[in-house]
């Protein structure tokens, strides 16, 4: 049974940072492209960043880019998302997911078959 576990949200200030972490079980780790997605309140969920099973590529939403980065270690079955310089408008739950894509850009929520529940993270201004 394929598992991944969000964590590492909570509530900061902006300008603040936060670790997130989502740890996966039940599935061969190293095979499988993480992405993180986003939904705040009355929007659809969108893509933040990804990272290609290997770690050695990665594609991030430009509303992004400069501020969050992704790794991942595969020994841990773990991708972690480091978020920096947060702003109001990050606020959100953030979810973790996995699947084998067969393209790149890796943005398209239907290409991941796994998701986790999703953390709070919460930005104040």
């Known amino acids: 049974q394929v598992q991944l576990v969000e964590s590492g949200g909570g509530l900061v200030q902006s300008g603040d940072s936060l670790r997130l972490s989502c740890a996966a079980s039940?599935?061969?780790?190293?095979?499988?492209?993480i992405g993180w997605f986003r939904q705040a309140p009355g929007k659809e969920r969108e893509f933040v960043v990804a990272i290609s099973g290997s770690g050695g590529s990665t594609y991030y939403a430009d509303s992004v880019k400069g501020r969050f980065t992704i790794s991942r270690d595969n020994a841990k079955n773990t991708v972690y998302l480091q978020l920096n310089s947060l702003k109001p408008e990050d606020t959100a739950v953030y979810y973790c997911?996995?699947?084998?894509?067969?393209?790149?850009?890796?943005?398209?929520?239907?290409?991941?078959?796994?998701w986790g529940q999703g953390t709070q993270v919460t930005v104040s201004s």
């Open positions: 039940g599935l061969t780790f190293s095979w499988y492209t």
């Open positions: 997911a996995a699947g084998r894509l067969r393209s790149w850009p890796p943005v398209a929520q239907y290409e991941y078959h796994y």
